[in-house]
């Protein structure tokens, strides 16, 4: 899409009036005229100085496929000075065969020192009514914070990545809780979202007829991955128990390597989780039924997926699927398309977390 970033020559303090009156000038056409403002969601992010410039990138770049009125939160309570500055900027492009202008907006604040304790204040009258809102946190968060609590009010949808934290077995744990307690806006974990592709192909691995029932007769699976990558492969063990009625009944671990015993529907599964990938946070899941192995691994640079089905020795069935780029902004993107709660998701971050505390 063709279009052009306007940025407001001004910066510093403003009120909620003054930001509003310089987004209206940001929108205004060589012609005098004002292109249509074209958000179709509100989206708030909450960061940190050292992270601010590569996800105000992936804000800018999702101006274009999803249209919103976005406020970016650079927040730093440490800070002995007291302060908020405000920057802002459009994204414009011709839409439709009038050559009419619409315009996506940017609201950047760094608040520091004491206004960083109270970001809801700063965001809350800056949202455009009647338009969904999405919360963002794209590094470590607490949802026991009261900045988190007062932060998710304003919100519809909350962005997390459980990966984004070192202790990643409690991230899931709190995300867990979050999302148990009700009432509170939906969540949704960016690693849910990278484990997309593979969720899809090893469905499509069991849709052939005289496949369908091996489903019910796995014995047996392994997940390889990068240490970085623990999260992602407990959410898709997860989504394997919780989709296929395998209940957690043990596990044994050894050092980062586990072990966890299942009860399915047709007797004992073991899965196998193995930290032991060099480089790709998912780099391979394999199921054993008494029949097929079915296994989706990355390959080619991980640029590419590739699914298997082996009857004994013999190739039965073979996939290749390029990948595309998941980056930052593709990832926020997908969850800027969901409204509600993905009860797939919560059912798969339930059964991780039993698995954890087994």
């Not at 004491?114 to 919360?135: K, M, N, Q, R, T």
């Not at 709190?174 to 849910?192: F, M």
């Not at 091996?214 to 990558?229: F, R």
Request: net charge negative.
């Amino acid at each position: 899409m063709i279009g052009e970033t306007r940025k407001s020559p001004g910066n510093g303090p403003m009120s909620v009036s003054e930001i509003e009156h310089e987004l209206g000038k940001l929108r205004a056409n060589d012609d005098g005229t004002l292109a249509l403002r074209s958000s179709v969601l509100n989206l708030i992010v909450v960061t940190d100085e050292e992270s601010a410039p590569e996800v105000t990138r992936s804000v800018s770049n999702l101006a274009g496929r999803y249209p919103a009125r976005a406020i970016v939160l650079i927040s730093d309570p440490d800070d002995p000075n007291p302060n908020v500055d405000a920057q802002l900027s459009a994204f414009c492009n011709v839409r439709g065969g009038g050559g009419a202008q619409v315009c996506a907006e940017q609201v950047t604040i760094h608040a520091e020192g004491p206004p960083a304790g109270h970001l809801e204040s700063l965001a809350g009258p800056l949202l455009i009514p009647d338009l969904p809102v999405f919360l963002w946190y794209p590094g470590a968060f607490s949802p026991h914070s009261p900045e988190f609590a007062a932060m998710s009010d304003l919100a519809d949808r909350v962005i997390l990545d459980s990966a984004a934290r070192e202790d990643r077995e409690d991230s899931l744990r709190e995300i867990a809780a979050l999302v148990g307690r009700g009432g509170g806006p939906a969540v949704g974990d960016l690693q849910w979202v990278g484990l997309s592709p593979w969720r899809s192909l090893l469905a499509d691995a069991f849709g052939s007829p005289e496949r369908a029932g091996d489903l019910e007769k796995i014995a047996s699976a392994e997940v390889l991955y990068a240490p970085g990558g623990e999260c992602r492969a407990l959410l898709l063990v997860g989504w394997l128990a919780s989709s296929l009625g395998w209940n957690p009944k043990g596990l044994e671990r050894d050092g980062g390597h586990r072990r966890v015993e299942f009860d399915g529907p047709s007797g004992s599964v073991a899965v196998e989780l193995s930290p032991d990938s060099p480089d790709a946070r998912l780099r391979r899941v394999r199921l054993r039924s008494p029949e097929h192995t079915f296994q989706v691994s990355r390959h080619r640079e991980h640029r590419e997926v590739k699914t298997t089905v082996m009857r004994g020795e013999e190739l039965v069935a073979e996939r290749t699927v390029h990948l595309g780029h998941f980056d930052l902004g593709v990832l926020v993107g997908e969850e800027l398309q969901f409204r509600g709660r993905d009860e797939t998701y919560e059912a798969a971050l339930r059964t991780a977390v039993e698995v954890i505390d087994l």
